[in-house]
């Protein structure tokens, strides 16, 4: 507003000082005729020259604007961008884990791998995977004495369930290890065979306990071996 007031301003005063020319060549006479003409080719030159400025200062104005309104659409652009790497990013980790709950579901509902190794007479009166378990502790070069130790340790640990899952910890299977996938060093079946996770118990004993009634004993000193 302001410009268009100083463009209008500009003209006013060119035709201003006209007047005060023309009036000026009624009372001075014709010998005055060239300096007026002079006095409006300036004034018109003047005005000339803030219409020119005026057009340039525009024109400026528009380029920053314009520049201003690329920037900020580049901008959206790469947070649009930016959000649709994150978007897609966090659908990734998403199927990943589902996946992966997926195959630890068929895995702990696949049937158990049955136990087809020999079973010492004295392991005869145990049943189920007491009786693996048994089996394993003597052919793992322990006494069947330990084995009451054994059964009374896991009774209390798991029940001699190969699918039992620790909720609060995620301490897994037979022997309760955590996490249940360090089982694995004894088969890739650790979460629904007995016999893998009852290899792996008896290793861990041997290494930490020496025998299961070391670690039976350890147990009820420490609620936990």
Not at 106 to 123: L, T
Not at 151 to 162: P, Q, T
């Amino acid at each position: 507003m302001s410009r268009l007031w100083s463009r209008l301003g500009a003209r006013t005063a060119a035709v201003a000082l006209l007047s005060v020319g023309v009036a000026g060549g009624f009372y001075l006479g014709e010998n005055r005729e060239t300096q007026q003409q002079g006095l409006a080719e300036q004034v018109s030159h003047e005005v000339d020259r803030a219409d020119l400025a005026y057009q340039r200062e525009r024109q400026a104005t528009n380029q920053v604007k314009f520049a201003q309104q690329r920037a900020a659409e580049y901008q959206a652009k790469l947070r649009a961008a930016q959000a649709a790497k994150e978007a897609a990013e966090r659908a990734r980790r998403a199927e990943a884990a589902a996946a992966s709950r997926k195959r630890e579901r068929d895995a702990a509902n696949a049937p158990a791998k049955p136990y087809d190794g020999p079973i010492p007479a004295s392991c005869e009166e145990y049943s189920g995977n007491r009786k693996i378990g048994c089996a394993l502790m003597i052919d793992g070069g322990f006494g069947i004495a330990e084995f009451p130790c054994l059964e009374k340790l896991w009774n209390k640990e798991s029940g001699w369930n190969h699918k039992a899952r620790n909720s609060s910890s995620g301490a897994y299977g037979i022997p309760q290890a955590y996490p249940g996938n360090k089982m694995s060093a004894f088969g890739a079946d650790w979460q629904t065979s007995p016999a893998t996770q009852i290899k792996w118990g008896l290793s861990y004993i041997k290494g930490r306990y020496k025998t299961p009634c070391g670690a039976w004993t350890y147990f009820q000193n420490n609620g936990s071996y």
